[in-house]
């Protein structure tokens, strides 16, 4: 049931429309002209139908009164129009009308258009509630936080968001830089746009520029259909760069040119075509030192660190840990387990080369292996001591060489087994995924391609 009010100065259509809508569940108000439709407006309508011309206030004005407020507060309006009065109609909904309906309509005209006003105002008003909902867990949705030094970035991330500024996010592996970006995104104007990631170490080099900057059909051979590129795709939304220290040296000022134009230029494609992104980049590399060593152009660095925003590695804020230690407890086995003080006070002095998704990672080892109800540091020190020497329990070496006792005789998922090496890989190498995948001799889009697959990045 809809509170609804139908403004139209036609007697017999005014009861038309207020017998069908009842008949449907609702409850009508029926207004005979603008001044009267106006007068009991603030009454809380979910819909407001309204016929165009009428003498004294017409539609136009009545429409013009509701969207002073701004959606979802104000009420969706459906107007009314005969032929003559199409153009004005249309006029409307350039002004915020829904949408028209053309006189003489028929009952399930008329039902179908005011159903499809009412659910599009409860979507409105749902994705109002969930965002406010959001904002109540925090200032930026997801980042779990307490330190000092977090609390000032948070709040570099509330000031840059709104802004279409360039921003880079630097910092260590796993500290936080993709969450970061998403962020950036969801406090920003742009948040209910597309939001387009794209790992620069993760696509070959020499996809790369179709992939970003899209290609015309035919435009290579394996080019069969056209494609826009990711950063059209991006239009009107945020564009996140990720690693772009990996990007090849060859597209930089193709890039440069693109943030500078505003235009992109796609493979074998007709001339260059407007777009506009907002541009978030991360970088766990120095990328200075990139530039005095000719691997990263100086005039592309520039044009990406208009603000720079540094994310601490978590050795530095082990105040936070803790509280990060409880959320990822909570994601992976739900509230009820505990974890002793002494484990907390180990977990705070360890170095954390992995950072936050090291951290993560041994909490979900801890949550599936522990040998009791709660957590414990003796459970730490068996399944991840210091020195990196954890008891494997599935695999151990054999006579070989290799690092594989008997096989299990109930069978081996080969799926089970990658995705336990690659974790402990990248444990072993403190989360830095370019010596991870030398260590497991797989180019470094391989290991990204599977971190991402089994979600362990
Ligand atoms: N402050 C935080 N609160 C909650 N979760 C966090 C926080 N920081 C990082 N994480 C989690 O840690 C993991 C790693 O974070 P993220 O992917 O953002 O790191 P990154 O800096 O992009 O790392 P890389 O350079 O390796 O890509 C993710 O699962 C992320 O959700
Ligand atoms: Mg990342």
């Not at 407001?48 to 969706?76: F, K, S």
């Not at 977090?150 to 500290?175: I, Y």
Request: hydrophobic share 40%; with cysteine; proline share 7%.
């Amino acid at each position: 049931m809809a509170r609804i009010l139908i403004i139209d100065d036609d007697d017999s259509l005014r009861e038309v429309v207020r017998f069908i809508l009842t008949e449907a569940g609702h409850e009508v108000t029926p207004a005979a002209g603008g001044e009267e439709g106006l007068a009991v407006l603030d009454q809380g309508f979910d819909l407001v139908v309204t016929d165009i011309r009428m003498p004294g206030i017409d539609g136009m004005q009545v429409l013009a009164r509701v969207r002073e407020n701004p959606a979802p507060d104000a009420p969706p309006v459906i107007v009314l129009t005969a032929h003559g009065t199409v153009e004005q109609a249309v006029e409307a909904m350039r002004l915020g009308a829904y949408t028209y309906l053309l006189k003489p309509f028929q009952r399930e005209d008329l039902l179908r258009t005011v159903e499809q006003a009412l659910h599009t105002r409860n979507l409105e008003r749902e994705n109002l509630r969930l965002r406010r909902l959001l904002k109540q867990s925090g200032p930026v949705p997801g980042l779990i936080w307490r330190s000092p030094v977090m609390k000032q970035l948070v709040e570099d991330l509330q000031k840059v968001a709104p802004s279409d500024a360039t921003v880079l996010l630097s910092g260590e592996s796993g500290t936080g830089k993709e969450l970061a970006a998403h962020a950036l995104h969801d406090l920003s104007p742009r948040w209910n746009r597309p939001f387009v990631a794209v790992n620069c170490g993760a696509i070959p080099a020499e996809l790369m520029e179709s992939e970003l900057f899209g290609h015309a059909k035919g435009a290579f051979t394996g080019a069969v259909a056209a494609s826009v590129g990711r950063l059209r795709a991006a239009a009107g939304g945020t564009l996140f760069l990720d690693e772009i220290g990996e990007l090849p040296l060859a597209l930089q000022p193709k890039l440069l040119r693109v943030l500078e134009t505003r235009q992109v230029d796609p493979v074998g494609g007709s001339g260059p075509v407007e777009t506009d992104f907002r541009l978030v980049c991360a970088t766990n590399r120095n990328l200075e030192a990139d530039v005095a060593s000719g691997r990263f152009r100086d005039d592309l660095l520039y044009r990406i660190r208009i603000v720079e925003i540094a994310l601490p590695p978590l050795r530095d804020r082990t105040g936070d840990i803790p509280l990060l230690w409880e959320h990822f407890t909570q994601l992976h086995d739900g509230d009820e387990l505990v974890s002793e003080p002494e484990l907390l006070a180990e977990l705070e002095r360890r170095p954390w080369r992995g950072n936050v998704r090291e951290l993560r990672n041994l909490n979900q080892r801890l949550v599936l292996m522990r040998s009791q109800e709660a957590l414990t540091l003796a459970d730490l020190q068996r399944l991840a001591p210091e020195d990196g020497n954890a008891q494997q329990p599935t695999i151990a070496a054999d006579s070989a060489g290799l690092p594989l006792g008997a096989l299990p005789p109930d069978g081996l998922p080969l799926i089970e087994l990658e995705k336990e090496v690659i974790r402990r890989a990248l444990d072993l190498c403190g989360g830095n995924r370019t010596r991870t995948a030398e260590y497991l001799s797989i180019p470094r889009h391989v290991l990204i391609y599977r971190l991402s697959k089994y979600e362990l990045g």
